[in-house]
């Protein structure tokens, strides 16, 4: 098993002194990527939902990996009732299979105007095995 943690160029740059991506390599060839949770900046669960899921693609992408590849998924929301928005925009980028998923409700968030945050784990098959 080798990890490598890693901060790629084609995403937003993290808020604070923390790697974005943690790359478990395992012995098969196999891989698992961590994602750190993401906020994004917009007016409502809307605008912040697709400026998550745009980020969570980027930094997949730049580890060889899709939004298809993900099989964990943890969401906070600030306000449950928000949670309408955000699923008609996740049902938009997670159209396969859906992963396994928590969602929680928080009082806050890391930045005051974030109303929710997402961390994902995506798991890619040896190179082998990928179609």
Same mark, same amino acid.
């Given at each position: 098993m080798h990890i490598t943690l890693d901060n790629p160029?084609?995403?937003?740059?993290?808020?604070?002194?923390?790697?974005?991506? $943690?790359?478990?390599?395992?012995?098969?060839?196999?891989?698992?990527?961590? /994602?750190?949770?993401?906020? %994004?900046?917009? *007016? +409502? #669960?809307? $605008?912040?939902?697709?400026?998550?899921?745009?980020?969570?693609?980027?930094? /997949?992408?730049?580890?060889? %990996?899709?939004? *298809? +590849? #993900?099989?964990?998924?943890?969401?906070?929301?600030?306000?449950?009732d928000d949670l309408p928005g955000y699923a008609a925009v996740r049902r938009t980028y997670l159209t396969g299979t859906p992963p396994t998923s928590t969602t929680v409700a928080v009082p806050r968030l890391f930045r005051p105007e974030a109303l929710i945050e997402v961390d994902v784990v995506a798991a890619l098959p040896a190179i082998e095995d990928r179609s």
């Open positions: 160029a084609t995403a937003p740059r993290p808020l604070g002194p923390y790697s974005q991506v $943690a790359r478990v390599q395992l012995a098969d060839g196999s891989a698992l990527l961590y /994602l750190s949770g993401q906020i %994004a900046d917009g *007016a +409502d #669960i809307t $605008a912040q939902s697709h400026g998550i899921f745009a980020t969570l693609t980027a930094l /997949l992408e730049a580890h060889g %990996a899709a939004l *298809a +590849d #993900i099989i964990n998924i943890r969401t906070f929301l600030t306000d449950m």
